[in-house]
């Protein structure tokens, strides 16, 4: 089945040291998302590529990177995480066009020590 | 700004009975869509049903339906039938016509369904 794939779907850091993750997609679709969403909270959407081209939310701290090397894979990196990116971290895929819909990877849990 | 409004944190039913969970949302856009997301516990968002600003009818999805109401912007979604598998996080979502894909997500509404 196509769909969107996170890895890992948790993962521990130490307060500072650099994260990444990853999320990979079989639906060959131009557009990828990644969002951020603390307990009990709407996703907070923290940038998307639209084929190569990144773009990011104006709120998105600098302490967050992307990377797309390909249509299949993105990366979210946070260089030195603090305690308050504890988090679930959410990958979204949609074709480009009005409308269309956002299919979403199971999630990465995010735990800072 | 677009900013949805889930005006109910928690909601329950019983099983077999009818829900509607509610969102409103404020827009100066006359083209949009308007999507529900249903988000298990520890498991992925998923998508229930989605609305074209445009049409007028009402969208269904099986036991899924929503009453959308464009000149009070208010798009709420109806459950039948509800099942056990239907307790979830409901997130209501807004996305502009033709301005990239990004949805504006309320708060959403946690749904449990009561045997």
């Known amino acids: 089945d196509a769909m969107v794939i996170q890895n890992p779907r948790y993962q521990v850091t130490q307060f500072g040291k650099p994260v990444t993750l990853s999320c990979s997609q079989t639906l060959n679709h131009n557009v990828m998302y990644w969002y951020q969403q603390k307990s009990s909270q709407a996703p907070k959407l923290l940038f998307h590529?639209?084929?190569?081209?990144?773009?990011n939310e104006a709120d998105t701290p600098d302490n967050f990177q992307s990377r797309r090397p390909n249509t299949s894979f993105c990366f979210l990196d946070i260089r030195s995480p603090g305690l308050g990116d504890a988090a679930m971290y959410l990958c979204?895929?949609?074709?480009?066009?009005?409308?269309?819909?956002?299919?979403f990877g199971d999630g990465t849990r995010l735990s800072i020590l | 700004a677009q900013t949805v409004t889930q005006s109910q944190p928690e909601m329950s039913v019983q099983e077999a009975e009818t829900v509607t969970l509610s969102c409103t949302y404020d827009?100066?856009?006359?083209?949009?869509?308007l999507f529900w997301y249903k988000q298990p516990p520890s498991r992925q968002m998923i998508l229930v049903i989605r609305?074209?600003?445009?049409?007028?009818q009402n969208a269904t999805e099986n036991r899924f339906s929503v009453n959308f109401q464009k000149a009070a912007k208010s798009f709420s979604l109806k459950i039948s039938d509800s099942q056990l598998g239907d307790t979830a996080m409901y997130f209501c979502a807004f996305m502009k016509h033709l301005a990239g894909n990004q949805f504006y997500f309320g708060t959403g509404t946690s749904l449990t369904v009561i045997p």
């Open positions: 979204a895929t949609s074709r480009a066009g009005a409308g269309q819909p956002q299919h």
């Open positions: 609305q074209e600003a445009y049409k007028q």
């Open positions: 590529y639209y084929d190569k081209d990144f773009n």
């Open positions: 827009t100066s856009e006359n083209n949009y869509y």
